[in-house]
């Protein structure tokens, strides 16, 4: 059982506006009396216990501003009581009593956490002294938290600022994407719808890759402009694929150079150029502009060239053998280390599987 006498207790610094409850902990009855005398007449609120069992409820429940406590006491002592502030009430100061004078205690204690050591018989002054620094050390540590707490907040406050202006920068990016988009619209309705889907594919592949954000936002604009250069073309040819006819197919091809004058003076698009210029490029050195092969092809790139041809295998108007999602992704089999890259053929089956689960109609052919 513990005794608790509530005054109005005054801080070291004569501010009357807060209340400074101590908690006093020993095994023996006249040492809390004294100890209650010293505290009171300074004004302190004093709450004394025992035990350390008590002390340990007491901790758990009260509002102890600082705790002083007796090293030795049955069952639990004192160092268990300062434990369990440690790991418990960290801000809580503890003062360690003991009525020897011993070296390596006061050095022990001191490592385990405790803000002082005073010997018995308890002298008022440096009772009081140690208090009152135990009060300061609380202070400070109050302080430090309540700084941390606010740094911390201001912090999350400003990346959450920058996340949204981030948020619009990539938003007004995207207009601008949709107004270049726009263009090829005024000239083939399937053209544009061809690169929205080549975007969502080429977007679910690189989630899948677990690539960046900053690629995906790439991989978005890249996929969602590869064909503009189609734009520039003759309508008889705009969404048509090379053919065997030498001077048809050489103008075919020029959507690549043409796409890619478009698309460079925007300079937030600088990074969508080589995807935009080289998503025809095959595995095996075979496609064009470069003839360029397996890794030498960037990574946006082939990506951009799987959506591509998968969208174009299964929707394309100009081929009369469209076909449904499993012949396509037959297709896409067959020509890894070909065409493709086979890793990448390898992670878009896992997109493909999951397209066909949301959509199961589209493996129709």
Same mark, same amino acid.
């Given at each position: 059982?513990?005794?608790q006498n509530?005054q109005?207790?005054v801080?070291?610094?004569? /501010? ?11 095994d ?9 005398i010293?505290?009171e007449d300074?004004?302190? /609120? ?13 901790l ?13 006491m049955?069952k =639990?002592s004192?160092? /268990? ?10 801000? =809580? ?7 020897f ?8 204690v ?7 050591? =005073?010997?018995k ?5 440096e009772l009081?002294?140690a208090?009152?620094?135990? =009060? ?7 302080d ?15 990346e ?8 619009e ?10 107004s270049?988009a726009?263009i090829m619209?005024?000239?083939n309705?399937?053209? &544009?719808a ?5 975007s969502?594919?080429a977007?679910?592949? $690189?989630r ?6 900053a690629?995906l936002n790439?991989?978005?604009?890249a ?5 503009? $250069?189609?734009? !520039? ?6 969404i048509k694929?090379?053919s ?18 478009? &698309?460079?003076p925007?300079?937030?698009?600088? !990074?969508c ?5 080289s998503?025809h490029?095959?595995?095996? $050195?075979?496609?064009y502009p470069e003839?360029?092969a ?7 790139a082939?990506?951009?060239s799987?959506a591509?041809?998968?969208d174009?295998m299964?929707? !394309?108007p100009?081929?009369a053998?469209? &076909?449904?999602? %499993?012949?396509?992704t037959?297709?896409?089999e ?6 493709f890259?086979?890793?990448? &053929? ?15 109609k589209?493996q %129709?052919?």
């Open positions: 059982m513990f005794n509530k109005n207790p801080s070291v610094d004569g /501010d009357h506006s807060r209340k400074y409850r101590i908690l006093v902990v020993d023996e009855e006249i040492n809390l009396k004294i100890l209650r010293y505290l300074k004004g302190y /609120d004093v709450i004394s216990t025992l035990s350390g069992e008590e002390a340990i409820e007491i758990k429940e009260e509002d102890v501003t600082v705790c002083i406590c007796d090293i030795r049955p =639990i004192g160092i /268990d009581v300062l434990n369990f502030v440690q790991q418990s009430r960290p801000i =809580i100061p503890v003062i360690m009593l003991t009525g004078i011993e070296i390596n205690t006061a050095v022990s001191m490592r385990q956490g405790a803000t002082n050591y =005073i010997t018989p308890i002298d008022a002054g009081i002294i208090v009152e620094k135990a =009060i300061e050390h609380r202070k400070l540590l109050e430090k938290h309540r700084l941390e707490k606010e740094n911390l907040e201001y912090r999350r406050e400003l959450e600022k920058v996340e949204l202006k981030g948020h920068l990539e938003g007004s990016k995207m207009d601008m994407v949709v270049l726009n619209e005024q000239r309705k399937y053209l &544009v061809h690169c929205k889907r080549v969502q594919y977007n679910m592949l $690189g899948q890759l677990e690539l960046p954000r690629e790439t991989i978005n604009y996929a969602a402009l590869h064909d503009i $250069g189609r734009a !520039s073309l003759p309508d008889a040819i705009v694929e090379p065997g006819d030498e001077e048809e197919d050489k103008l075919i091809r020029s959507h690549i150079e043409r796409g890619v004058n478009i &698309v460079e925007v300079s937030f698009l600088e !990074s150029l080589p995807a935009i210029k998503h490029e095959h595995w095996d $050195g075979s496609g003839g360029l397996g890794e030498d092809i960037p990574l946006l082939r990506i951009v799987i591509n041809g998968f174009v299964t929707t !394309s100009d081929r053998d469209s &076909v449904g999602v %499993e012949a396509a037959k297709y896409l067959e020509n890894k280390g070909k065409l890259d086979p890793k990448l &053929v390898d992670t878009f089956m896992v997109v493909v599987r999951k397209i066909v689960a949301r959509f199961p589209q %129709e052919g």
